[in-house]
């Protein structure tokens, strides 16, 4: 006849260790979910309900929610100039950045030898360097009685950028769209040539190598192995340099003009000077919705879903 054996006893402990186990993942993220929700959450909160107080209102008399969505309407209307003068002037910086950084990286990852780490520690160094004093040097490089500026006199190329309306007239370089750009570019190149180069470096030689035993030109194979699998870190430096170059006013305060003002500067100015809340957390939160709406457009037309 057959036994059925008893059932044995668990040892003591073990029902309550699997819960334990099951709540340790979150008691690991409750510190990194309490930073942004003090640090992201309540500030966006405070800003979204600032862009919705009554226009009417001041510091003096006092802000009132009303719930007032035509600040963005009129935000919108009477600044779009700068805010689209601020989304041209981050999307050219960011293919300059692209173009540049692009050819740094593959000469760091692929041709520095035992030069990479010098090049890395070149390429981060201006990060030791004040941001301000770093955009106050270009004072300096583009002054209108600096050798950049006779240079590009005697090359003519002040005259191709004023065609193109990077300047305003023919024999100076600052204080116009192209010295603003060239701010961007310098400061934020750095942003695009670290995830391109830590992309490149995961690129496995032996497919550069089979590509042109497959009787690929250089360039072909570049275009089909090299580039494609460097594309995740295309995307990421991208997106570091445009979204922060997109709400920068450091640049256009010290190297522009009132001609050449980007949307940061007119928030800047709303909430420091003209004490403007409404308006500004208003066109804080516009700038937001465009940037993010444009980032998951780019990403998944870019097929790197996986980044967002």
């Given at each position: 006849?057959?036994?059925?054996d008893a059932?044995?006893?668990?040892?003591t402990?073990?029902?309550?260790?699997?819960?334990?186990?099951?709540?340790?993942?979150?008691?690991?993220?409750?510190?990194?979910?309490?930073?942004l929700?003090?640090?992201?959450?309540?500030p966006?909160?405070?800003?979204?309900?600032?862009s919705?107080?009554?226009?009417?209102g001041?510091?003096?008399?006092?802000?009132e929610?009303?719930?007032?969505?035509?600040?963005?309407?009129?935000a919108?209307?009477?600044?779009?100039?700068?805010?689209?003068?601020s989304?041209?002037?981050?999307?050219?910086?960011?293919?300059?950045?692209l173009?540049?950084?692009?050819?740094?990286?593959?000469?760091?990852?692929?041709?520095?030898?035992?030069w990479?780490?010098?090049?890395?520690?070149?390429?981060i160094?201006?990060?030791?360097?004040?941001?301000?004093?770093?955009?106050l040097?270009?004072?300096?490089?583009?002054?209108d009685?600096g050798?950049?500026?006779?240079?590009?006199?005697?090359?003519?190329?002040?005259?191709?950028?004023?065609?193109?309306?990077?300047?305003?007239?023919?024999?100076?370089?600052l204080?116009?769209?192209?010295?603003?750009?060239?701010?961007?570019?310098?400061?934020f190149?750095?942003?695009?040539?670290?995830?391109?180069?830590?992309?490149l470096?995961?690129?496995?030689?032996?497919?550069?190598?089979?590509?042109?035993?497959?009787?690929?030109?250089?360039?072909?194979?570049?275009f089909?192995?090299?580039?494609?699998?460097?594309?995740?870190?295309v995307?990421?430096g991208t997106?570091?340099?445009?979204?922060?170059?997109?709400?920068?006013?450091v640049n256009?305060?010290?190297?522009?003009?009132?001609?050449?003002?980007?949307?940061?500067n007119?928030?800047q100015?709303?909430?420091?000077?003209?004490?403007?809340?409404?308006?500004?957390?208003?066109?804080?939160?516009?700038?937001?919705?465009?940037?993010?709406?444009?980032?998951?457009?780019?990403?998944?037309?870019?097929?790197?879903?996986?980044?967002?």
């Amino acid at each position: 006849m057959a036994t059925v054996d008893a059932p044995q006893d668990l040892p003591t402990g073990a029902g309550t260790r699997r819960p334990r186990r099951r709540l340790t993942g979150y008691w690991l993220i409750l510190p990194g979910a309490l930073w942004l929700l003090v640090f992201f959450v309540v500030p966006f909160y405070s800003l979204v309900a600032s862009s919705l107080f009554d226009p009417d209102g001041s510091v003096l008399t006092g802000y009132e929610m009303t719930w007032h969505i035509g600040n963005y309407w009129d935000a919108f209307t009477q600044y779009k100039g700068q805010l689209g003068r601020s989304l041209l002037y981050a999307g050219i910086a960011t293919i300059v950045c692209l173009v540049v950084g692009y050819v740094l990286a593959y000469a760091i990852a692929f041709k520095a030898g035992r030069w990479k780490n010098l090049m890395l520690v070149l390429v981060i160094a201006p990060f030791f360097t004040s941001f301000l004093l770093r955009t106050l040097s270009w004072k300096l490089i583009l002054a209108d009685d600096g050798w950049v500026v006779g240079v590009a006199q005697a090359i003519h190329l002040t005259d191709v950028l004023n065609l193109i309306g990077l300047t305003t007239t023919d024999d100076r370089l600052l204080a116009t769209p192209f010295a603003v750009i060239a701010g961007l570019t310098y400061n934020f190149l750095p942003f695009m040539v670290l995830p391109l180069y830590a992309s490149l470096e995961k690129v496995d030689v032996r497919l550069i190598e089979a590509a042109g035993d497959l009787y690929a030109s250089p360039m072909r194979g570049f275009f089909k192995v090299t580039f494609p699998l460097s594309l995740p870190g295309v995307v990421a430096g991208t997106l570091l340099t445009f979204i922060p170059a997109a709400g920068d006013y450091v640049n256009a305060q010290l190297l522009g003009s009132t001609n050449t003002k980007m949307i940061g500067n007119s928030i800047q100015s709303l909430f420091t000077t003209q004490l403007d809340y409404a308006t500004a957390g208003a066109l804080s939160v516009i700038l937001m919705v465009i940037i993010v709406a444009a980032v998951m457009i780019y990403v998944r037309t870019a097929g790197t879903e996986e980044l967002v």
